[in-house]
């Protein structure tokens, strides 16, 4: 068998061990007492439990070899009318009517199916010399079977004989070949058995027999997770992928399995420092290092993920291809110091690189990106003429539409310089090659930016042509919905209101959701035949908010407090000024704004966002980890159908200490 077939192998015997014995968890009554060093075991054991492990190991070993038994198989039962009337009784706990059936069924049909329940049944009835009888009878069939024995052994153990049990126990594992099947058939006996110890013990005699049997590691891993060793079974999958670097991607699925459940982090500071260590003491060893980097990644530790990557650019002499990939990532989870040390790495290369000239220009993407996002953005001018000067090296070069864009919508909305930007839009859009798709960009920039300078007619016909040329993609709605917004900053409500109606069975789900908000917000607040004064100066204030004035936009919404002590706008007046504080930097002010949102609105088409905004702000910016778990669950409990809930569930697990992929 290939190293990759062994592997696979093995991985389907961990899940359907492990499916067995989630099946016995569900179904336990009682609770297994642990064995003590001296194997005192206690006699309380676990009798349903041990139950399902047992009959899922008759129903495997009833089959022909080499076939796979599937979890969705492992509860079928033969058709016969005798065999349904037992079970049903052996399920009810009926053991003396079970066993009463099963003993005129096993000298008809002595298979190892019907010996299994037949023996559980007596063991439970405390017939132990009966059990001892039917275990030779059966044994007759196969005498070098160890799995009798351990048959043997667990009746005594029930029986009170401690001590004879541990001797049929040790003789088995001292009787046990250099044979994979025969190791893996005591293994499966003890683990039938729940005696986890044992079945810990063969796997490693076993290995001792057959050292060139590397599936046993898998085995062997899987038998120390179900006894909290974590340690031990980390070591034995790093100890697969230092004998043959093809387990790597069977290794790091099982890792992720284990990883799964980790409330307190413990199973993931140990593969931590386990990779660490293995990395330190065999360098040159490529496995070693690209888990190490794969596991940085899953945990969102850059900073180790730029260590790892920088070691196996050199040693396998890539060309920056995971570096480029690793500062992407970075900038997309706000880790901007990171992206730039991995940008600043390949431009280090020199213009050979085949990512030197994509580092420059997505470095300062990422500065953009950074400074746009503070409350109070500085050395702007640098980075106007860090732009500028990368762009006239791109030479209407259409892969720099990006950049373009950058820097025309810092000019306009950062550095109030909307001519320049409208100039530079105009020079892009006339480049050689670029994309229908870099040209409607274009458009879409140059609209917000006419709307930023108030030529509102050229904003709504650069739209409209969008939407004309992207009618059937995400592309034309977003022009669709920035029109109707546009319409709606201009206070022509009925107009904004029908084209957001039709907005809401956009395809695209956050599209749809913002033409959502803003209809409801109309609807809520306009009536032709009524004053709708408010309305009019909340949209004044979102321009103004659009157009990056925050004072005025702030200034505008306390207005309308002034002005109406009660009016239905009132509450997208607090979550608006939350929003703006979070711009400022205000944290704990927006915070409050949220808060009061949601105290006085609990039912509102903001409530599950401002419920997002408070928790996201807890998490970065206040710093209260538990605080925001707490908001986490209560959108997940409380708006269980909020666009906001697959993130919720994402950032509470992560806090919790989840493995994310």
């Not at 037992?86 to 399920?91: E, G, I, N, T, V």
């Not at 010996?115 to 030779?136: G, H, N, Q």
């Not at 001590?163 to 046990?176: C, G, P, T, V």
Request: net charge negative.
């Amino acid at each position: 068998m290939c190293t990759s077939d062994a592997a696979t192998v093995a991985a389907l015997q961990i899940c359907e061990r492990e499916a067995a014995l989630q099946i016995c968890e569900r179904e336990a009554a009682l609770q297994i007492c642990e064995r003590t060093a001296s194997l005192q075991i206690c006699e309380r054991t676990a009798s349903t439990s041990l139950l399902i492990f047992i009959s899922l190991t008759a129903i495997a070993q009833d089959r022909p070899a080499g076939t796979t038994v599937l979890p969705f198989q492992q509860d079928a039962v033969t058709a016969n009318n005798e065999d349904q009337i037992a079970m049903q009784y052996f399920q009810a706990r009926n053991f003396e009517q079970a066993a009463e059936i099963y003993a005129l069924i096993y000298p008809k049909r002595p298979s190892y199916y019907i010996y299994t329940y037949y023996l559980f049944c007596l063991v439970e009835l405390r017939e132990y010399d009966e059990a001892r009888k039917l275990i030779k009878t059966q044994q007759k069939a196969e005498p070098n079977s160890l799995k009798y024995q351990v048959d043997q052994g667990y009746v005594y153990f029930r029986e009170g004989n401690i001590e004879k049990a541990k001797k049929l126990y040790d003789d088995a594992l001292k009787r046990l070949p250099a044979d994979y099947r025969q190791v893996n058939e005591l293994a499966n006996a003890f683990y039938s058995k729940a005696d986890y110890e044992y079945e810990i013990s063969t796997y490693k005699r076993g290995r001792e027999l057959l050292p060139e049997q590397r599936t046993i590691s898998f085995e062997l891993a899987s038998a120390y997770e179900r006894t909290g060793n974590y340690k031990e079974a980390i070591q034995e999958y790093l100890g697969l992928l230092s004998a043959d670097g093809n387990y790597e991607p069977t290794v790091r699925s099982l890792l992720q399995s284990m990883l799964a459940q980790d409330v307190d982090n413990t199973k993931n500071e140990l593969l931590r420092k386990a990779l660490l260590e293995a990395v330190q003491k065999a360098p040159d060893r490529v496995n070693y290092s690209e888990m190490l980097w794969w596991y940085s990644i899953q945990q969102k530790d850059f900073e180790l993920a730029f260590i790892q990557a920088k070691a196996l650019d050199r040693r396998l002499k890539e060309d920056g291809n995971r570096i480029i990939s690793l500062a992407e990532l970075a900038v997309s989870n706000g880790n901007f110091a990171v992206a730039e040390e991995a940008y600043n790495y390949i431009i280090a290369k020199g213009p050979s690189n085949a990512y030197y000239d994509v580092a420059r220009r997505d470095q300062l993407h990422t500065r953009y990106v950074r400074l746009t996002g503070l409350p109070a953005p500085g050395n702007l001018e640098e980075l106007q003429k860090s732009m500028i000067a990368e762009l006239l090296r791109w030479d209407n070069d259409p892969r720099a539409v990006r950049l373009a864009l950058d820097l025309a919508h810092l000019e306009a909305f950062y550095m109030n310089k909307p001519d320049d930007a409208l100039d530079l839009l105009d020079r892009i859009s006339l480049w050689r090659g670029i994309s229908e798709q870099n040209r409607a960009e274009v458009k879409m920039e140059l609209a917000d930016i006419h709307v930023y300078a108030g030529d509102m007619w050229t904003a709504t016909v650069l739209y409209q042509q969008i939407y004309q040329d992207f009618k059937n993609d995400a592309t034309g709605q977003e022009a669709k919905f920035r029109n109707a917004r546009l319409l709606y900053y201009m206070g022509q409500f009925d107009w904004a209101k029908a084209q957001l109606d039709i907005l809401k069975a956009a395809t695209t789900k956050f599209i749809s959701n913002d033409a959502l908000k803003l209809s409801m917000l109309i609807g809520n607040n306009y009536d032709p035949d009524s004053n709708t004064v408010a309305l009019g100066i909340y949209a004044r204030a979102e321009l103004a908010d659009f157009r990056n004035n925050d004072e005025l936009a702030l200034k505008t919404l306390d207005s309308i407090s002034l002005l109406f002590r009660e009016h239905p706008i009132l509450d997208n007046v607090t979550y608006r000024k939350g929003e703006i504080y979070v711009k400022l930097g205000k944290y704990a002010l927006a915070d409050s704004m949220f808060a009061e949102v949601i105290r006085n609105h609990p039912v509102d088409i903001i409530t599950d966002e401002a419920l997002m905004n408070r928790a996201v702000i807890h998490e970065t910016w206040l710093a209260d980890k538990q605080g925001a778990m707490a908001l986490y669950q209560e959108l997940l409990n409380t708006y269980p159908g909020s666009l906001f809930v697959p993130e919720a569930r994402k950032r509470f697990r992560t806090l919790r200490g989840d493995t994310i992929q």
